[in-house]
């Protein structure tokens, strides 16, 4: 069975920290650049940050960028995403995806073909 599963959401106040995980089973995980949205309250989907398949190119959103962190370990199959400094606007639910990109920087939803179920991250203020 393909699948993405997130886990590492948390409440956690203003200026800590989290590491958010994504694990993947049933796909080669190392031919594909991996992905992380977000989506809040209210708004639409919002890209996050990128890497590719090697872990050796990785794009971030100007909104997260010095902040959050995205690496990859190809042979556990998982994907994480370090968020440091969390701001109250982090909140959302925080979801990782696979593709094969045709560009680079993937940032755009449809470029991504496999979806977790996303992780709650709560900043209190």
């Known amino acids: 069975q393909v699948q993405l599963v997130e886990s590492g959401g948390a409440l956690v106040q203003a200026g800590g920290s989290l590491r958010l995980s994504c694990a993947a089973s049933?796909?080669?995980?190392?031919?594909?650049?991996m992905g992380w949205f977000r989506q809040a309250p209210g708004k639409e989907r919002e890209f996050v940050a990128a890497?590719?398949?090697?872990?050796?190119?990785?794009y971030y959103a100007d909104s997260v960028k010095g902040r959050f962190t995205i690496s990859r370990d190809n042979a556990k199959k998982t994907v994480y995403l370090q968020m440091n400094s969390l701001k109250p606007e982090d909140m959302a639910v925080y979801y990782c995806?696979?593709?094969?990109?045709?560009?680079?920087?993937?940032?755009?939803?449809?470029?991504?073909?496999?979806w977790g179920q996303g992780t709650q991250v709560t900043v209190s203020s």
């Open positions: 890497i590719n398949w090697s872990g050796g190119t990785s």
């Open positions: 049933g796909l080669t995980f190392s031919s594909y650049a």
């Open positions: 995806a696979a593709t094969v990109p045709s560009r680079w920087p993937p940032t755009r939803e449809y470029e991504y073909g496999l």
